[in-house]
């Protein structure tokens, strides 16, 4: 089986500082990690690997430095892995994102696609459902679960508002995955020397043969007008009254805000 996780290198977000002036993020001296929920998603392909045996690929698509995060997947015990970068792959958003990633997942082949439900730093959890859209593949989010029943069949537990739901998807598909799908494993020692022995894949905008039109920034068709962090609330006042009283006082904040 070739399982191909999507992963990203991400800055941490307890560390993110925005310049008032410009709205955008500081990115000096913030440190930058592997997406949460895409390393839910490695975990969960490095242990079917386990059980029942897979070939595992790790692609991201970054600047040169996005190196080390798949140098940590290889760490952990992937077996392959590849770095899409181009200054044609610059700007992208989610659209253009997906392209890329589609267009070298058609060169790397695959039986099941996994990438995270969202990255941290933009929260909009639309990457993974374009790539499926993109390859016209069967999709299911929210993952916390999944068991190879058969050679073509994965039941999936996916993760709702309400509880959880229990699924059977054929092969090929995509799933997005949730960090708390499992905890990850940590890196060996000996995992880390031979990973920074290992050759990463550098793939750019001609090697995937993907359309220009559809990448970075000329292919992104939304943009980000504005950047700002959320101001402090107001201190909130406290009644120390009987129950009768503060349903009062409840019922009157409610009108005073038009809420009834």
């Known amino acids: 089986m070739k399982i191909v996780v999507c992963i990203k290198q991400v800055p941490d977000t307890t ?51 996005a190196d080390a995060v798949l140098r ?43 990438t995270g439900r969202q990255a941290i730093d933009g929260d909009t959890a639309q990457v993974g459902p374009q790539v499926a859209e993109h390859l016209d593949l069967p999709q299911v989010t929210y993952v916390e679960q999944a068991r190879l029943s058969d050679d073509n069949t994965l039941t999936v537990r996916a993760s709702t508002e309400e509880g959880y739901r229990m ?10 995955v949730l960090v708390t799908a499992g905890k990850a494993r940590y890196m060996s020692v000996r995992g880390i ?36 962090t959320r101001g402090a609330k107001a201190a909130g006042q406290l009644y120390e009254v009987e129950p009768t009283e503060a349903v009062e006082i409840i019922v009157a904040k409610l009108r005073e805000k038009f809420i009834i």
Request: hydrophobic share 45%; with cysteine.
């Open 193 to 228: 020397v031979e990973a920074f022995r290992r050759e990463v894949e550098i793939w750019d905008s001609a090697r995937i043969g993907a359309e220009e039109s559809k990448l970075g920034l000329g292919g992104s068709p939304t943009r980000v007008a504005k950047s700002f």
């Open 15 to 65: 560390e993110i500082r925005l310049d008032p002036a410009t709205g955008t993020m500081i990115r000096d001296g913030v440190p930058s990690i592997m997406n949460p929920d895409d390393k839910g998603g490695l975990e969960m392909a490095l242990r079917l690997k386990d059980e029942h045996g897979a070939e595992v690929t790790v692609v991201t698509m970054g600047p040169m430095q």
């Open 167 to 176: 699924l059977e998807v054929g092969l090929p598909c995509v799933l997005t």
């Open 72 to 114: 940590e997947a290889l760490a952990m015990g992937a077996d392959r892995a590849v770095l899409l970068t181009d200054r044609k792959f610059a700007g992208a958003d989610t659209l253009a994102t997906s392209n890329t990633l589609a267009g070298a997942l058609r060169l790397l082949g695959y039986d099941l696609i996994i």
